[in-house]
């Protein structure tokens, strides 16, 4: 973003998903055991031998806020591309979770995840938090960003599936996705105002 545009309107938001954690997601397991796989999961760091792209790092660079969510993976993600800058961290930004539905038989891990999803977004979230309830969050943290982004640039290192979470939330608010790298391992989006002046851009 240019000088001009950093005094006509906010900073840009970029929203990158962590690194490859340190998980199987080959394993087969049943539905109980899956859910105790993510809950190992929610605990693990990251992969050993990783680092972090180079065009993440140089958006780091430029960043004024930083911002990650508060489980492990992300924060070793912070850690890797932000090279010793402070970043806060909050539970708002966390990823949605993924109750599994009760279904027989053993799966591997990451067939659990799409089979949980799919059922996640359809309502049976088992007492876990529902998709109304993250979509509202999702919310809480779009406005977050938002306001951080009046005093320039802000970077967040959270999840996949919260990450597109937010983008819904940031188009209603009048930002647009103007670089788009994608949902794999250490991935991001860049956001911009679409309309700088608009009372819109405050959340």
Not at 114 to 119: G, K, N, P, Q
Not at 140 to 156: F, K, R, T, W
Request: aromatic share 12%; with cysteine; proline share 6%.
């Amino acid at each position: 973003m240019s000088e001009t545009n950093r005094q006509n309107g906010p900073g840009y938001i970029t929203i990158a998903r962590h690194g490859e954690p340190d998980a199987n997601r080959a394993e087969r397991v049943d539905w109980r055991g899956y859910e105790r796989w993510w809950a190992d999961y929610d605990l693990a760091g990251l992969k050993p031998g990783q680092a972090a792209p180079e065009s993440l790092i140089r958006e780091v660079e430029g960043a004024r806020v930083l911002y990650a969510s508060t489980l492990r993976r992300a924060i070793e993600t912070a850690e890797a591309a932000c090279r010793g800058r402070e970043f806060d961290t909050s539970s708002v930004f966390v990823e949605a979770p993924l109750p599994p539905p009760r279904f027989p038989g053993r799966l591997p891990a990451r067939n659990w995840g799409v089979l949980a999803r799919c059922s996640w977004w359809l309502g049976f979230a088992r007492g876990k938090e529902s998709r109304s309830q993250a979509e509202r969050r999702a919310e809480q943290a779009a406005d977050i960003l938002i306001e951080a982004a009046q005093s320039g640039p802000v970077v967040l290192f959270a999840h996949g599936w919260f990450n597109r979470m937010l983008r819904p939330a940031l188009k209603r608010r009048g930002w647009r996705c103007v670089r788009d790298g994608g949902d794999y391992y250490w991935s991001w989006r860049r956001y911009e105002v679409k309309n700088p002046g608009s009372d819109a851009t405050r959340g």
